[in-house]
């Protein structure tokens, strides 16, 4: 049976350039594509199909998404930028399109919701620093063979 990573990552850190780059059988599992009406109900059940059918299976950071990934015992590991680098990531919303009420509400709430990734329980937490993106860290832990699985 194959064992899977649940990665929550933050927006901007890397989860659809890695989904594009990798030879890994991973899940991009946006959260925009599911139904609001059953929300995160629906996203956590495509979770747990998916669970040990691909090695990774990419998720939201959304606090909703986080909460019922921990209600639902689902091990995750949670990618997120340092709180320092909000200029870093404004700039990298900027670069890939983002429009601009995306980058306002990031803008607006970016020391509560880093914060709150900071202080979630129940997963391990990883702090990027500046100029690092997920690939960065799967392709180290990868090749130290130190990757936590399911």
């Not at 925009?32 to 979770?47: A, C, G, R, T, V």
């Amino acid at each position: 049976m194959k064992k899977t990573l649940v990665i929550s990552a933050f927006p901007a850190t890397g989860k659809t350039y890695f989904f594009n780059n990798t030879k890994l059988n991973v899940l991009d599992s946006d959260s925009s594509n599911f139904d609001k009406k059953d929300f995160p109900n629906n996203y956590i059940e495509h979770i747990k199909k998916n669970i040990n059918k691909v090695d990774i299976i990419l998720v939201s950071s959304h606090k909703e998404v986080r909460d019922a990934l921990v209600k639902n015992g689902i091990d995750f590991m949670l990618v997120y930028p340092k709180i320092e680098l909000k200029d870093e990531y404004i700039q990298r919303y900027k670069q890939r399109g983002s429009n601009e009420g995306f980058i306002q509400l990031i803008t607006d709430n970016w020391d509560v919701w880093i914060t709150e990734l900071k202080t979630q329980v129940c997963c391990t937490k990883i702090g990027l620093t500046k100029n690092d993106y997920l690939s960065n860290f799967i392709n180290n832990y990868l090749n130290k063979k130190q990757i936590l699985w399911i």
